[in-house]
């Protein structure tokens, strides 16, 4: 382990801090008796520093003494970090994958969080994302969005299919709001098989290792090729099974022309065998709103229980409705 000094002192005056340290309050004469007659420069010194005071001079505590030296050098080594960071987009820049490579390797949380905003930036007609629990924030402060929301405006449309843990995430919850009142399409499920993001079919972004891996930071950006045309289908596998929180009228009879855009979304996710605490999570509304619609929904089928619902919205409210694998 190394020796660290304070910058700006001789060894001299290191040596003699050190010595007054250990030792408390002495005699400028027994410190001269000590070291030298050089000792009265040096404990001059160290009085300018603030490190020593008083008479007989005592040394300051350190934590004290140089904590304007620790807040300095803090902000160097961060200028030094944003400069090399600085230098790595230069790098990036310059070693720009060929036409024809697969992919690359993200190893930085800088390049990650370039590449996704150049992606959400640079997207024209669609962004897919796959949300996975933890919620990891990389847009800008300035954004509310899950993800980094287009400017008013921005021609790409948006679908995006999360986790019911990210919920958890009150950052998370924000953002979902936020994109679908810009008109994003939402969906839920209960695991997703990793983090993934699309721009245009055209680039893609997903984590380098298995999200049950020690290293979660790396990333991989693909490239248009076979594997980037997989997990454009691997996302639209997991869009058709997800459930939606918001209706698709399509996917309902005429015969409910007088439902609403609310019940729709009960019916849905009910005809998918979700519980009703989970049908309000959705809907941000309590329980009690939910059961209310439903008890509606009842006796519009002419049905008494929750089961019963389900099976009759299947057969003659939706469209090819296939039943959920959760319990009712």
């Known amino acids: 382990m190394g020796v660290h000094r304070i910058s700006g002192l ?3 005056q290191e040596r003699l801090y050190r010595h007054m340290l250990a030792t408390g309050p002495s005699p400028v004469e027994t410190l001269v008796a000590a070291f030298s007659e050089r000792v009265r420069g040096d404990l001059y010194e160290l009085t300018l520093r603030g490190l020593a005071l008083g008479d007989p001079p005592v040394a300051r505590r350190p934590s004290i003494a140089l904590k304007g030296v620790l807040a300095h050098q803090e902000e160097e080594l961060r200028g030094i970090h944003q400069y090399v960071a600085d230098l790595d987009r230069l790098y990036d820049n310059g070693h720009a994958t060929p036409e024809g490579d697969a992919l690359e390797v993200l190893t930085s949380r800088e390049a990650v969080q370039h590449w996704y ?4 930036a640079t997207a024209e007609l669609e962004v897919m994302q796959l949300i996975t629990h933890p919620f990891l924030v990389l847009s ?3 954004a509310t969005g899950a993800s980094a929301d287009p400017e008013p405006g921005h021609p790409a449309k948006c679908r995006v299919i999360c986790e ?3 919920f958890e995430s009150n950052h998370a919850l924000r953002g979902l709001n936020h994109s679908v009142s810009r008109g994003c399409e939402v969906r839920l499920a209960d695991r997703l098989p990793h983090k993934l993001l699309i721009g245009d079919r055209r680039l893609a972004m997903t984590p380098r ?3 049950e891996h020690q290293e979660t930071r790396q990333m991989l950006l693909i490239h248009p090729g076979t594997l980037l045309d997989f997990l454009v289908k691997a996302f639209e596998a997991e869009w058709e099974r997800a459930t939606p929180i918001h209706a698709d009228p399509s996917r309902f009879a005429e015969e409910c022309g007088d439902m609403d855009s609310a019940e729709m979304v009960i019916v849905e996710m009910l005809s998918r065998g979700l519980h009703v605490d ?3 999570h959705a809907l941000s509304v309590h329980t009690r709103t939910v059961n209310r619609r439903l008890d509606e929904l009842k006796r519009r089928a002419g049905v008494t ?3 019963q619902l389900g099976a009759y919205a299947a057969q003659y409210w939706m469209r090819g409705t296939s039943s959920g694998s959760e319990d009712a």
């Open 10 to 12: 001789t060894p001299d």
């Open 209 to 211: 290792f298995p999200r």
């Open 305 to 307: 229980t929750l089961f």
């Open 278 to 280: 989970r049908i309000a």
């Open 164 to 166: 019911w843990r990210v």
């Open 117 to 120: 905003e150049q992606i959400h």
């Open 140 to 142: 800008a402060p300035a």
